[in-house]
């Protein structure tokens, strides 16, 4: 299993806990966003910096992930197209994309998006909390144990 953040929404708490995870594992780590993004010193954890542009960090992240891998984001297009690859989704909240909710999940989100064109105001997500925190950590190692 391999490991990929869509690194530039990826909260910097949820990051340090796959670093974390990384090494503890010995598991490829890539960070693939558009502008560089510290990282510990590992063989490990390596950053992937990929032009500016519209989904062009999505895109490479598609373009290398492979069946069961993990990819982590909370961009619902992106990951209907890694599920689709056979590879899993988890949000920086703990929240397991699958087959089964993905479809759900992107009907919501052209829902919001429609609302927001169409001039009315949703507010984006809370702030991260220590319960998203423990959400995702415990659902990672169960990913991961997994593995």
């Known amino acids: 299993m391999t490991l990929f953040i869509d690194a530039d929404a990826c909260p910097v708490a949820i990051r340090e806990i796959l670093f974390r995870a990384a090494q503890r594992k010995q598991l490829h780590l890539y960070l693939v966003a558009n502008q560089r993004i510290q990282t510990p010193k590992s063989k490990f954890i390596h950053m992937v910096q990929v032009g500016s542009g519209f989904d062009v960090a999505d895109h490479e992240i598609v373009r290398r ?83």
């Open 65 to 147: 992930c492979e069946a069961d891998d993990l990819i982590i984001t909370s961009d619902i297009p992106l990951a209907s197209e890694v599920i689709d690859k056979g590879a899993k989704a988890l949000s920086p909240r703990g929240e397991l994309f699958t087959p089964d909710n993905i479809r759900q999940r992107l009907n919501i989100r052209d829902f919001m998006d429609t609302m927001r064109s169409s001039g009315i105001q949703s507010g984006g997500p809370p702030p991260l909390s220590n319960v998203d925190r423990k959400n995702f950590a415990d659902h990672l190692d169960r990913l991961l144990a997994g593995s």
